[in-house]
């Protein structure tokens, strides 16, 4: 049986403008932006709107749709980051290493001999967030 949805976790919150995040797509059913502690430059988080734990209870239809936005936001953070490479990674549950407990891709730029640095490791300064999320934007906005 799968653990109910908690709605007071960190990104229902983002979503209901509890706390701030370095915005990069929004639609009707998506929210993307930056991992605020980056495994590699311009690494990012996308997740539904809709309250789902992991990939165990999300609504098939809410998959599908997040998936697309997943691609979309891969080839915006590879080609605005000017990487090489995308590494996509989804955890569900604390033993496969999900910490935050509401479903949610990470697309991490990736270039060849760097390494990613640990999962939720150290902080990134605002204006290096800031000046990734801004290639990012600026991709994705040449790809509307
Ligand atoms: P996980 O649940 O293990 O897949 O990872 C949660 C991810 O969320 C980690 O990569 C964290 O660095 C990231 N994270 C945690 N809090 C925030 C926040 N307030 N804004 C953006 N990213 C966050």
Not at 69 to 98: C, D, H, S, Y
Request: charged share 20%.
């Amino acid at each position: 049986m799968s653990v109910a949805y908690d709605p007071n976790n960190i990104f229902a919150k983002i979503l209901r403008g509890e706390i701030p995040c370095e915005k990069l797509y929004e639609d009707e059913d998506t929210l993307a932006f930056m991992d605020v502690m980056p495994q590699a430059e311009g690494h990012l988080l996308v997740i539904p709107k809709l309250g789902a734990r992991n990939i165990l209870d999300v609504p098939p239809e809410v998959l599908s749709s997040l998936i697309l936005r997943v691609q979309k936001l891969a080839r915006a953070a590879k080609a605005g980051m000017g990487a090489e490479g995308v590494t996509i990674i989804q955890f569900n549950e604390p033993a496969a290493g999900q910490t935050v407990y509401h479903i949610h891709f990470h697309v991490i730029p990736r270039w060849e001999g760097i390494a990613l640095r640990p999962h939720s490791g150290k902080m990134a300064d605002s204006a290096t967030l800031k000046a990734h999320a801004d290639k990012i934007r600026a991709a994705l906005a040449a790809d509307a």
